[in-house]
């Protein structure tokens, strides 16, 4: 937002610096209407007059109640520092990934001052570097790639740029700027199957997955053996939306509920989802199947702490959203952002799992506060080492 | 045609472009930013070296999809499968292509016939789907390109795949560097810029290649009659359904060059980052160009640059949406006055064939 | 006697054009009267401006010996002027009832109460005694019933003044006969008719006034009685008509073309046509005639292979045609006129060399061996067409479009004819074209068949048919029923053995 902010002052400044010439200006519209006065001609110039005013008069209006101001705008040697993210395929309002990184990148602009910009790619491909490019261009001091998919434009453009630090989520790249956030999905995936495997009734869970691809194998592998930790006779059922390449089983609700349904009605009583968007029609499925039956069945969440993130957009949902496996890419992208500001930014791979806690289970709605102490003793087992979940399929 | 219709024919773009500039700095003025120095930024960011690189490489396959489709529309068909038809090309032959290394000429060359050879079946089914069951060519192409998706992903994820480290992310092996399709920027001189794709020279071919097939030989004039008076054509000695599946085919060969240009000069493989929607996009450049080389041309140019330019918005506070409402509104309104060009144009001869009878 | 219609002084300028100069007509109340000329005399858009489609740029109308300033076909309906297109507007999956009714004013969203308009319309038809089945669907109606559906639609609007486009060129003899008999009863009821035709025989048998007109000017009004089948045609056309000069040679032995037990169906089974043997002799014109929908089209598209055949043979100078497609067909020597020209013959957006190439494509003339269109040949060979066919137009980069039905009729009989083909196939190939033109392709059809061209002639127009043939055969449902030598029939007795009166 800053950045833009310090565009427009720049702007205006021009125009100041030309005595803000309005008629000056007014010729250069002038020229702009007369091109399509044609399409005018309904709206009548009256309003063309006004929406010029307006024009003129929002520019400083909008500098002065801007967001979180705390640099001064006007005096451009205090040059804050410059965060960047450039959002995956999906982009905002995915109820996932996006959003979350999203989320710690609005928490690094508040909290530390920065001038923040995020882009969405258009379709992938070159785009990807092309938009890194461009952030690095203008002056950023972080730039973020969301997703793994940015690996190959950080090996290009990253070198480029050694000054500015570069961090990939979910992924690594070879430059030493890039700080590769990784996750371990597994060991929080494997908490999610024994709170599962503890609290199901009908000896029944199921799992569904967004794209049937190596990324999820790690959630759902991670989920059988905690459920098979605890009790090796419960059965599992895997359902998928998607199969990559098609990406599309990130953001499809109604497909998410189809399969949850399927899965309710074969006897699952709570499914974990890793599956972005998609999840909320688990939740929704899980809504359904418990007023329709009688019987309550759940769901888990996943990445954000769902009971919240989902339970403040959909309240109806919130009490049938049983406990998530959050994964604090938020946390990760406020780490990045605290150490460039600090001057600590280091770069190569970087695992949050139980241990650092960038990974853990949310207990948010107190419905497993009871089998914490079963959950936390896993927990600890596996941050001995004593129990390795496996990431991927056999 | 005499020279003063032809001018007369140009004229329909240029007043679409300017209109379309008009609605959408309208539309600026509402949403309270300022048209003129948005399109300033624009201007200033997408005329740099790189953006210019950016927007030729962009238009590549833009103008190859278009011409795809053209070759359709000259004859009334509606391929609206090139999507399909490319990626099913460029994975095959992404594929193939890797398996092995010749000199970089036979080895591109043959990438490209495989390309085409794959991309020209898979149309072929939609032709033979219309000459022998009577189904519209508008509802198999789509269906077609769902078909290919889902076999996309199949043999990705298992014949096609290379494993890797990335989370094993679905790709084909990498094509060696004989397969590799040699930046031009030694060329133009403009090494300090990154690559300007080589496939661009196979492009400007390609626009040569569809202006002698359609507008020179019989093969093209059989499809341009087809197209204007499909019943004229039918008694003029044409067999229809032969014609349907040629033009199909000639179609999906063309589709199959449209991925060419990303995976031989950028990615090299087959990922699930290839580009995708390009065989859409060429729809619209086609109807913008009205199906003339020179004038696809321009409008895959025309939509790059638009496409490019508009990043910068997104740094500016300005929605970069506003470039995909440019795109719409010049293509209303160019189909629009494309038709008041024409009877205009009609008007005209009619009225220089009755002065000529009143002699 | 009262004036239905007077119009003085029209003028009416296009660009380049002059459509009316200082036209001035007069028609009295319950007259037939008739307006001839030819194909670009500025009839159409006399009508036009009579109708309020056109506004004149000087000059004015009085309808009824009241000033009328009509600025859209509304006005003149108000006014009680009621026209019947030559093309139909009627929507074919709605009942004669729905059609008439279709577009009268009325409250929005009301109920249509049909048994109320159904007995003002009635009351209609009997007033002017014409018949027809209200609650038949538009779709199963003759063309001459079609007609009629029209002229009650126009009258049930009130209509006083009937103004009837070449209301003959899409009727067989006998709907003429019926048209004629309404028209006759629509005068005996006071109503006035204008009757637009460039068939003088119709016109002379039907009009009691008809006006010539000619190059935009009115050139005469003439009383019927007062004047002649030869008159009128030298007032159409400024000069006398061309006289069929007598054959000079004679019908050749050899055969170019025999067709045997020629039979197909339609998909659902019916027999479209059975039994059909004939032969073309070299320089010979065979007329076929058939009341359209017997057979007669389908059969000559088979001849060139558009038309499936379930059985039979095509033998074209002793070659079976079976296993060829139209193209080799044409190729070989057959060319074809078909019946419509604007849509099956020529590419009305394409000019005129590109049209010449049409049919032809892949002949040596056209196609270079590296499978180019040769287009210096196609413009040379346009440039022969419209010099030889005395097409009117600027020149060989025209649009089709652009030029008058006559002059397109005369560029596709010119192309058929350019490359001395053995056997051409003519279907309707003077249908609603001005006289010159049509005296210009009987005269070229004439000296090609002298020349030793064979031709199998397809008219609609029985005088055509019979004037140029050497012999006739006609279709009756599907068959071939009769075989004549023209020179013995009369049109009356070949509209017998098309409508199957006489056997």
Redesign the interface.
């Known amino acids: ?1 800053s ?2 902010l310090f ?2 002052v720049f ?1 205006y400044l021009q125009l100041v610096g030309q005595g803000v010439k309005v008629t000056r200006m007014k010729s ?2 002038l020229i ?1 209407f007369m ?2 006065s ?3 001609v309904a ?1 009548g110039g009256g309003s063309d007059e006004a ?1 010029v005013e ?2 003129v008069d ?2 400083p209006a ?1 500098t002065l109640d801007a967001p979180a101001t705390t640099a001064a705008p006007a005096e451009p040697e205090e040059d804050p520092m410059g965060i960047c993210l450039v959002l995956d395929i999906g982009g905002l309002g995915d109820l996932s990934f996006n959003d979350l990184a999203y989320a710690g990148y609005e928490k690094a602009v508040a909290d530390f001052g920065m001038e923040g ?4 790619p ?5 785009n ?1 570097g ?2 890194l ?2 952030c690095a261009e ?1 002056g950023n001091d972080l730039i973020i790639g969301n997703g ?2 940015f ?2 434009s950080m090996n290009e453009v990253a070198p480029n740029y050694p000054d500015t630090n570069f961090a990939i989520t ?3 790249a070879e430059p030493g700027n890039v700080r590769g956030m990784l996750f371990n999905h597994a060991e929080g995936s494997f908490l999610a199957g024994v709170a599962a495997a503890l609290k199901t009734q009908t000896n029944n869970v199921g799992f569904l997955g967004g794209v ?4 999820i194998h790690e959630f759902e592998q991670g989920f059988i053996a905690g459920v098979k930790a605890v009790n090796p006779d419960i059965e599992i059922q895997i359902g998928y939306a ?6 599309g089983g990130f953001n499809d609700q109604v497909k998410g509920k189809e399969i949850a349904l399927a899965q309710y009605e074969a006897g699952a009583d709570i499914i974990y989802h890793a599956a972005g968007g998609t999840g909320t029609g688990m939740f929704e499925a899980a809504k359904e199947v418990s007023e329709s039956t009688g019987s309550k069945v759940w769901g888990i969440g996943v990445d954000f702490d769902q009971y919240y993130q989902v339970g403040n957009a959909l309240p109806e949902l919130q009490e049938y959203i049983l406990s998530s496996m959050v994964k604090s890419v938020d946390v990760s992208i406020y780490n990045a952002a605290k150490a460039t500001m600090e001057g600590t930014f280091t770069g190569g791979a970087s695992v949050d799992n139980l241990a650092t806690g960038g990974i853990y289970l949310s207990y948010s709605g107190g419905y497993i506060d009871d089998i914490k102490d079963q959950i936390d003793s896993y927990k600890e087992k596996i941050m001995s080492g004593e129990i390795v979940p496996p990431s991927a399929r056999p | 045609m005499k020279m003063r219709f032809r001018l007369v024919s140009v004229s329909a773009p240029i007043i679409a472009l300017t209109i379309s500039f008009g609605l959408s700095s309208l539309i600026l003025l509402i949403i309270g930013k300022d048209p003129y120095e948005t399109f300033k930024i624009m201007f200033e960011y997408g005329i740099r070296g790189k953006s210019i690189v950016s927007i030729i490489n962009r238009s590549i396959p833009l103008y190859i999809s278009a011409i795809a489709v053209a070759v359709g529309f000259k004859m009334g068909l509606f391929n609206i499968g090139v999507e399909g038809q490319y990626l099913m090309g460029s994975l095959v032959a992404a594929y193939i292509g890797a398996q092995f290394s010749i000199i970089t000429p036979l080895h591109i060359l043959f990438i490209i016939i495989v390309a085409v050879a794959t991309s020209s079946l898979w149309a072929a089914i939609a032709g033979y789907l219309k000459v022998e069951k009577g189904i519209h060519e508008v509802i198999s192409t789509i269906m077609l390109n769902y078909i290919g998706t889902g076999l996309i992903a199949y043999s990705l994820t298992t014949i096609f795949d290379e494993p890797n480290s990335n989370y094993d992310l679905p790709r084909t092996k990498e094509l060696p560097e004989t397969g590799k399709m040699p930046p031009l920027n030694k060329f133009f001189n403009i090494e300090d810029l990154q690559d300007l794709h080589g496939f661009l020279v196979i492009a400007v071919l390609v626009g040569i290649f569809y202006y002698w097939l359609v507008w020179k030989t019989t093969l093209g004039f059989d499809l341009r009659i087809t197209g204007s008076n499909p019943i004229a054509a039918k008694f003029s000695g044409i067999n229809p359904n032969k014609l349907v599946v040629i033009a199909m085919i000639t179609s999906g060969g063309f589709a199959g060059l449209v991925g060419l240009g990303p995976l031989l000069s950028y990615f090299h493989r087959y990922t699930i980052d290839f580009p995708t929607g390009l065989g859409f996009a060429g729809i619209g450049v086609a109807l913008l160009g009205r199906n003339h080389p020179f004038g696809m041309a321009v409008g895959a140019l025309l939509f790059a640059f638009l496409q490019r330019s508009a990043q910068i918005l997104d740094l500016n506070d300005v929605p970069k949406e506003i470039e995909q409402m440019m795109q719409a509104f010049i293509l209303l309104i160019v189909v629009v006055f494309y038709e008041v060009i024409r009877r205009f144009i009609v008007k005209q001869q009619v009225k220089d064939a009755s002065k000529r009878s009143d002699e | 006697m009262k004036l239905a219609i007077n119009i003085k002084n029209i003028t009416k300028t296009y660009p380049g054009v002059l459509a009316n100069s200082d036209v001035s007509i007069k028609v009295k109340s319950g007259d037939i009267h008739a307006i001839v000329g030819e194909n670009g005399a500025g009839k159409s858009t006399l009508m036009k401006i009579l109708y309020g489609m056109v506004k004149p740029d000087s000059g004015n109308i009085e309808i009824f010996e009241n000033k009328a300033n009509m600025s859209s076909p509304k006005d003149s309906i108000n006014l009680g002027i009621g026209m019947v297109h030559q093309h139909f507007m009627l929507a074919k999956n709605l009942t004669v009832l729905e059609n008439i009714i279709l577009g009268i004013d009325r409250p929005f969203l009301k109920n249509i109460k049909l048994s109320k308009y159904k007995t003002e319309i009635q009351k209609v038809m009997e007033l002017y005694s014409l018949n027809i089945d209200l609650n038949q669907y538009v779709d199963e109606l003759s063309v001459g019933e079609k007609q009629r559906v029209e002229i009650i639609k126009v009258l049930y609007r009130g209509a006083k003044i009937l103004i009837l486009d070449e209301p003959t060129a899409v009727l067989v003899p006998q709907e003429v006969k019926d048209l004629f008999k309404n028209l006759k009863d629509l005068k005996n009821n006071g109503v006035t008719v204008l009757f637009i035709s460039h068939k003088l025989d119709e016109v002379l048998e039907i009009a009691d006034e008809i006006s010539v007109m000619r190059s935009g000017q009115m050139i005469d009004t003439v009383l019927n009685d007062n004047v002649s089948k030869t008159q009128l045609a030298e007032m159409m056309i400024g000069k006398s008509l061309p006289t069929p000069p007598a054959r000079l040679t004679s019908t050749d032995e050899e055969v170019i073309l025999k067709v045997e037990n020629l039979k197909s169906n339609d998909e659902n089974g019916r027999t479209i046509f059975e039994d059909v043997s004939f032969e073309v002799h070299k320089s010979e014109i065979l007329g076929i005639a058939g009341v359209e929908g017997n057979g007669q089209k389908e059969v000559v598209e088979a001849i060139i292979g558009i038309q499936a055949l379930d059985s039979g043979k095509v033998i074209f100078k002793n070659n079976d045609l079976e296993k060829q497609g139209t193209r080799e067909r044409l190729e070989s020597g057959i060319s074809f006129i078909p019946e419509d020209r604007q849509l099956q013959a020529m590419i009305m957006e394409m000019d005129l060399t590109n049209n010449v190439i049409i049919g032809r494509q892949n002949i040596k003339k056209y196609k270079s061996s590296l499978g180019t269109v040769k287009m210096k040949n196609a413009v040379n060979e346009s440039e022969k067409v419209i010099s030889a066919f005395e097409v009117k137009t600027p020149g060989t980069s025209t649009l089709a479009t652009a030029l008058s039905g006559g002059n397109q009729q005369k560029f596709v009989v010119g192309r058929e004819l350019e490359d001395d083909p053995s056997l051409l196939i003519a279907s309707q190939p003077t249908r609603g074209i001005d006289i010159g033109a049509q005296a210009l392709i009987w005269e070229k059809l004439r000296n090609s068949r002298d020349e030793g061209l064979s031709v199998l002639l397809i008219s609609a127009d029985l005088e055509e048919l019979i004037g140029l043939s050497d012999r006739i055969i006609v279709f009756y449902q599907g068959k071939l029923v009769k075989e004549i030598e023209a020179e013995n029939i009369t049109p009356e007795d070949l509209g017998s053995y098309m409508t199957g009166l006489k056997k």
């Open positions: 937002m950045t833009i565009i427009k702007l250069k519209w702009l091109v399509f044609l399409f005018l709206c929406a307006e024009v929002e520019e909008e910009t995020f882009l969405e258009e379709g992938g491909g070159e990807r092309e938009l490019e461009l203008a793994f998919l690996d190959a979910d992924g690594v049937d691809f190596p990324l998607t199969v990559a390449p098609d990406f």
